[in-house]
């Protein structure tokens, strides 16, 4: 079962215009939200993040909402650069609980692929 | 600063070969992943290490084994490789503060395609 759902495999923008990426999530427990970033041949890179307690965090042209009762994030650029072309996952995450220390495995969405057209 | 780094970036093998792929840290990180990502997935996690000497299962195990001797290494072990190991790994870092409510960002490495033929 897929506890994170992103399920729109691709989605085109024009340049300049607003693009919104979503993803849905069914474990309830997960506490913490992450987006990544993932241009080819590259590993994913850190884009924003959203903790449980909070439904809104903007970064320069990033913006990520979490909505904790509909199990729905959203990940907001404006505007739009063709250098946002990339695959866009969504993760989630929880307390490994390991000897009390605190890390997150993250459960990644299939990713969304965003084309910006000039 | 190097990063995460990886080697190798592609490998073929065939059916019951083995093989170790490599990852180096330079961020003095105390936790180390390695993930997978299958054609249209996500990534899933394979193993993870808190430390140095410790490590521990993910969500999909079977077939591999990890070690942690330093704090740099975390290298992955793939025993009798299959066709069902044909993947991206993507091996990963973080710094963990230890204070519970982690925050830790999760540094990626550029990742190793295998194809088991």
């Known amino acids: 079962d897929q506890q994170v759902k992103q399920n729109s495999p691709s989605l085109s923008v024009q340049e300049g215009r607003i693009s919104i990426l979503n993803c849905d999530y069914t474990?309830?427990?997960?506490?913490?939200f992450l987006w990544y970033k993932k241009y080819p041949a590259e590993g994913p890179t850190f884009l924003i993040s959203?903790?449980?307690?909070?439904d809104k965090n903007e970064d320069g042209r990033f913006t990520v909402f979490l909505n904790k009762s509909a199990k729905h994030l959203s990940l907001h650029i404006v505007p739009s650069q063709p250098g946002d072309s990339a695959v866009y996952f969504c993760?989630?995450?929880?307390?490994?609980?390991?000897?009390?220390?605190?890390?997150?495995?993250?459960?990644f969405g299939k990713g969304t692929k965003l084309s910006v057209i000039p | 600063n190097a990063g995460v780094t990886q080697t190798p970036k592609f490998r073929i093998l065939k059916i019951g070969q083995s093989m170790t792929l490599q990852c180096t840290q330079d961020m003095n990180h105390n936790y180390m992943y390695w993930y997978r990502q299958d054609p249209g997935m996500g990534l899933k996690l394979i193993y993870y290490?808190?430390?140095?000497?410790?490590?521990d299962k993910g969500e999909v195990p079977n077939g591999y084994n990890v070690s942690r001797s330093t704090t740099e290494d975390f290298p992955l072990r793939l025993e009798l490789a299959a066709p069902s190991q044909t993947s991206v790994y993507f091996c990963a870092s973080s710094y963990s503060k230890n204070t519970g409510a982690s925050t830790d960002t999760q540094y990626f490495g550029p990742g190793t395609r295998l194809t088991v033929l």
């Open positions: 474990n309830s427990m997960f506490d913490y």
């Open positions: 290490s808190v430390g140095a000497g410790i490590t």
């Open positions: 959203i903790s449980s307690i909070k």
């Open positions: 993760a989630a995450s929880f307390l490994l609980g390991y000897s009390g220390a605190g890390s997150y495995q993250l459960t």
